[in-house]
């Protein structure tokens, strides 16, 4: 394609015509030179404008080669949809999805084929493609989230996949849990250059995934499921992630580890990899412990972590009920500070509790406390529900007598204890600078990262687990954060452009996204597509992002070019 290039050249601006084109053996754009036509000063001297013409000459050039090759593409496809007999071919042609491309663009922009082919060559002795199989198991993961084996039989129904066997996609699995720090700062490190990253404030909680398995090892373990799976083994998984919900780290332990004993693990790597020493980390209440405060303290870390109200000395029970000093905002909410202050095996803490109180919370309180006393009802009527039940929950107001032949009592105290503090909430802060709209704009994130683990889960399925060795499960993990830090980078590019569209939802306009294609017939024709409808969400998408869409009729290549 040619076009007017005008250069500067020793003070004097030059033009000349050149051509672009693509170096056949490199693959890389290059470009020639088709005529230099001399100084622009002098060329204006002698015909004025003639810049200007030549630039639109060059541009209307463009275009009636584009309306060209369009227009034998439509004559190529409309040759290839007939028979031998004139008649059009009934056997139909394959569809494949190009609305890919969008995540391909991305796994380019990170440079993530470089990073896996050097990691390849210096960690492993790997002789294949192994980017292009990770790549594969990625973007499946995206677009058709399924087992390794469907995801590997699936694969040519997207653009751009190459070439490889089965063998290969196991055979990663444990060269990817190998690699897992090395991706995660790799990861940060392009990400910071890519955005205005800030990691002063960190989100973390933690989830469970279950196998399709009964058979525990030293990480699949029996625990308490947060999706109800009580007679299948588990991992345990804690994520951190950035004020943009995007993923900074992630740890998997065994499916038998409390919740709280996760964090400090989980910030002592955080400290040693990245040198963080400055953060506030907000955290739901299951991790408020003294020994993790005290940690996070100790190590110079901020905290915004939920207070358990329910369970707290009577001191704060009492000033928490104490309607003095609470600032109204509006009938339905109100809040106040108390101080917090105490010594616990050697380490201070000068902390504030912030409380609230809601009428939406204490309504909601209500009906939970309303499903809980009646399913403890049900437990004290029937020892045998009892004994099957006590596992799963419900047993809050149940109480127990110390003999051997246990006795179930309904507990009236604990339900009108309970009743008093509906509708109150705390959150407890290291950082006494922080005032109560930043403190609820802090802790009201944590909807980030439950979001996330429900991607995680539904969006992405990474759940259940139907690999079994620990280091083939590590891996699948691996491909999952990864799937999960694309998706998430391209909701925040959106969303820096103004459009706010949930995973569901580009997930669903990336695979409306699909061209028919036809075959390569030889004699130097390649193979062609026609482009199928896509739905408003992806048309949407791409201009966010500043893309044009793709001819209605074309080549591969000019797809695998968009």
């Known amino acids: 394609m040619s076009s007017l290039q005008v250069y500067v050249s020793r003070g004097n601006q030059y033009a000349r015509i050149v051509e672009s084109y693509r170096d056949p053996i490199t693959k890389k754009p290059k470009t020639k030179i088709l005529k230099n036509l001399g100084r622009v000063d002098l060329l204006e001297k002698n015909e004025p404008g003639i810049i200007e013409r030549l630039k639109k000459e060059c541009v209307e050039s463009k275009e009636l080669n584009k309306q060209l090759k369009e227009a034998a593409i439509q004559k190529e496809v409309e040759q290839l949809l007939k028979g031998k007999d004139g008649t059009e071919e009934s056997a139909g042609f394959p569809v494949q999805n190009y609305g890919v491309r969008i995540y391909q663009k991305i796994w380019e922009e990170m440079r993530l084929d470089q990073f896996f082919a050097y990691r390849q060559k210096k960690d492993s002795k790997i002789s294949y493609d192994l980017g292009s199989v990770v790549k594969m198991l990625v973007l499946s993961r995206l677009m058709a989230p399924a087992s390794k084996k469907r995801s590997y039989e699936r694969k040519d129904q997207f653009i751009g996949q190459g070439e490889m066997e089965i063998e290969q996609v196991y055979r990663c699995l444990p060269f990817l849990a190998k690699e897992k720090e090395n991706l995660e700062v790799y990861l940060n ?21 279950y196998f399709e398995s009964v058979a525990a090892d030293d990480l699949a373990k029996f625990g308490y499921s947060k999706d109800n799976k009580v007679n299948q083994v588990q991992v345990v998984m804690g994520l951190l992630i950035d004020q943009a919900g995007i993923p900074i780290s992630y740890s998997l332990f065994p499916g038998n580890t409390s919740d709280f004993k996760t964090l400090i693990p989980v910030m002592k790597d955080l400290k040693k990899r990245y040198g963080i020493t400055k953060m506030i980390l907000t955290a739901d209440r299951g991790l408020n412990s003294g020994e993790n405060l005290a940690f996070l303290k100790n190590e110079g870390f901020d905290y915004v972590v939920g207070f358990k109200v329910r369970s707290a000395t009577q001191s704060i029970r009492q000033q928490i009920l ?8 509006g009938d339905d909410f109100r809040w106040k500070f108390l101080a917090y202050a105490k010594n616990d095996k050697g380490t201070h803490f000068d902390d504030r509790i912030l409380v609230t109180w809601s009428a939406k919370r204490a309504a909601k309180d209500r009906t939970d406390r309303e499903r809980l006393i009646q399913k403890s009802l049900r437990l004290v009527e029937s020892k045998s529900r009892l004994e099957a039940e006590m596992k799963k929950g419900g047993k809050k107001y149940v109480q127990l007598s110390l003999l051997d032949d246990p006795v179930a009592v309904f507990d009236q105290k604990k339900v009108e204890m309970d009743e008093m503090f509906d509708g109150y909430y705390g959150i407890q802060t290291s950082d006494n600078s922080l005032s109560h709209e930043q403190i609820l704009d802090l802790y009201g994130g944590l909807w980030k990262i439950e979001e996330s683990f429900r991607v995680l889960k539904t969006d992405l399925e990474a759940r259940p687990i139907f690999v079994k060795k620990p280091t083939s499960v590590q891996g699948h993990f691996v491909i999952c954060y990864l799937a999960l830090v694309i998706q998430r980078y391209l909701e925040y590019l959106l969303s820096e452009r103004g459009l706010s569209v949930s995973t569901e939802k580009i997930q669903d306009a990336l695979r409306s996204a699909n061209v028919t294609t036809l075959p390569d017939l030889g004699k130097n024709r390649k193979a062609v597509y026609i482009k199928n409808q896509s739905n408003e969400d992806f048309s949407s998408i791409i201009k966010a992002l500043s893309i044009s869409e793709i001819p209605t009729f074309g080549t591969i290549g000019d797809i695998m070019r968009w």
Do not use: I
């Open 322 to 329: 104490d309607e003095r000093e609470y600032v109204p905002v």
């Open 189 to 209: 490190q392009q990400l910071s250059r890519k955005m205005d990253r800030s990691l002063s404030v960190a989100f973390y909680d933690v989830t469970t995934y």
